[in-house]
């Protein structure tokens, strides 16, 4: 089973659509999460933390479900400059240092 | 500041050559790491560095070296190349990764490598 957990895609959806990606960790001791955005062939950038009492910016809320393991973020009104792939991301505190696993990725595709 | 660097951007090599790729970084960070980005698999961890002299293996390194012998520098030296290694490489560079707080990893453009 993989660390993180995310629903490939691609999500195809209009202008203005809401759309929601989640995505599952499987190590309980992860102690911060976050949600990078990666657009076509260049490098992750990010876009959000996820806190526990959730968290929004804009279009972009992120929440936080630790007993259930799960994490999502939920784009209201899309616009075609979302189009990309959102990673999720997870850290692990060991042995002094903090270390990141980033899930596959979930590919949106925002149509006019 | 130009944040992290990356050349070459482009690679192709044939199997049994050896090449390093090279990240340079501005922003003082103490923590840099090599990522490599293939397809359905998320980027996955090959070496990082918690500062200038110290690295330490990640989750896929073999085939790979790494030095730093500045703050700034951390090439990522492929030994004899395989296709097994065709990928995309991200080197990326953080504040700090001590502590139990978390600090924003900054990626460079990457570098796309194909070995024949």
């Known amino acids: 089973r993989k660390e993180v957990e995310q629903d490939p895609g691609p999500f195809n959806v209009p202008e203005g659509a809401t759309v929601a990606f989640n995505c599952t960790y499987s190590n309980s001791a992860s102690q911060s999460f976050f949600w990078y955005r990666q657009d076509c062939r260049k490098e992750p950038k990010l876009l959000m933390s996820v806190y526990s009492s959730g968290n929004e910016d804009g279009r972009f809320t992120a929440q936080l479900n630790r007993a259930s393991q799960y994490i999502s973020l939920l784009i209201r009104d899309s616009k075609l400059s979302d189009s990309a792939t959102y990673l999720c991301?997870?850290?692990?505190?060991?042995?002094?240092?903090?270390?990141?696993?980033f899930g596959a990725g979930t590919r949106l595709a925002v149509h006019p | 500041n130009a944040g992290v660097t990356q050349t070459p951007k482009f690679q192709v090599l044939k199997t049994g050559q050896s090449m390093t790729l090279q990240c340079a970084q501005d922003m003082n960070h103490e923590y840099m790491s090599w990522y490599r980005q293939d397809p359905g698999m998320g980027l996955r961890l090959i070496h990082y560095?918690?500062?200038?002299?110290?690295?330490d293996q990640g989750e896929v390194p073999n085939g790979y070296n790494v030095s730093r012998s500045t703050t700034e520098d951390f090439p990522l030296r492929l030994l004899s190349a395989a296709p097994s290694q065709t990928s995309v490489y991200f080197c990326?560079?953080?504040?700090?990764?001590?502590?139990?707080?978390?600090?924003?990893?900054?990626f460079g453009p990457g570098t796309r490598l194909t070995v024949t």
């Open positions: 990326a560079s953080s504040y700090s990764t001590r502590g139990a707080g978390s600090y924003e990893q900054y």
């Open positions: 560095s918690v500062g200038a002299g110290i690295t």
């Open positions: 991301v997870v850290n692990l505190f060991s042995g002094g240092y903090n270390k990141l696993i």
